[in-house]
T-cell receptor, first 114, second 111 residues
């Protein structure tokens, strides 16, 4: 029973397309995050949500739009995809904002933009 | 200067050896210090966290924080091939709303 799941696992698409990645957690956590891990394995936070409210938007281009329909879900929509968007995107969750040191990560979505 | 510096490796050691992984940081506001382990093509998983300075032990793993030197370490005793992974140090201030990760050290334990 997966704690944090993401779909799809792999995404290959062309420049200019729009795509979405979905994330669900069944841990009952209040806080969810999106991270980007580039080709050099550097993991950087993009967004965090607490109880469906946006907390952090880490200077991400506005082509990226997160949406949290409920506490258990945090989706990421990307418009007008660019080559530089190729990376692995991880969703994570924590019990609450104050427990942000203990985050549970999903398996990642490997996005390739051609 | 980057907020968190970590040698990317790779680091190769024989099975049974003691492994030492380290990170330095520049932000004196950091209070939480974490070590995450990431296997190839998987998401990171939390190994240990420490609040403020001191040591913490969990089985074969020991985390140390020296805030005066802005230096943290993870020691793995009796290393096993299953410990082969990338180890990411991570830190945050008291608010814990944003974790800053190091670039990770790739570790290979040779059987």
């Amino acid at each position: 029973d997966t704690a944090v799941s993401q779909t799809p696992k792999y995404l290959v698409t062309q420049m200019g397309n729009d795509k979405s990645i979905k994330c669900e957690q069944n841990l009952g956590h209040d806080t969810m995050y999106w991270y980007k891990q580039d080709s050099k394995k550097f993991l950087k936070i993009m967004f965090s949500y607490n109880n469906k409210e946006l907390i952090i938007n880490e200077t991400v281009p506005n082509r990226f739009s997160p949406k949290s329909p409920d506490k258990a879900h945090l989706n990421l929509h990307i418009n007008s995809l660019e080559l530089g968007d190729s990376a692995v995107y991880f969703c994570a969750s924590s019990q609450g904002l104050s427990q942000g040191y203990e985050q549970y990560f999903g398996p990642g979505t490997r996005l390739t933009v051609t | 200067q980057k907020e968190v510096e970590q040698d990317p490796g790779p680091l190769s050691v024989p099975e049974g050896a003691i492994v030492s992984l380290n990170c330095t940081y520049s932000n004196s506001a950091f209070q939480y210090f974490m070590w995450y382990r990431q296997y190839s093509r998987k998401g990171p998983e939390l190994l240990m966290y420490t609040y403020s300075s001191g040591n913490k032990e969990d089985g074969r793993f020991t985390a140390q924080v020296d805030k005066s030197s802005k230096y943290i370490s993870l020691f793995i005793r009796d290393s096993q091939p299953s410990d082969s992974a990338t180890y990411l140090c991570a830190m945050s201030d008291l608010a814990v709303d944003k974790i800053i990760f190091g670039k990770g050290t790739r570790l290979h334990i040779l059987p």
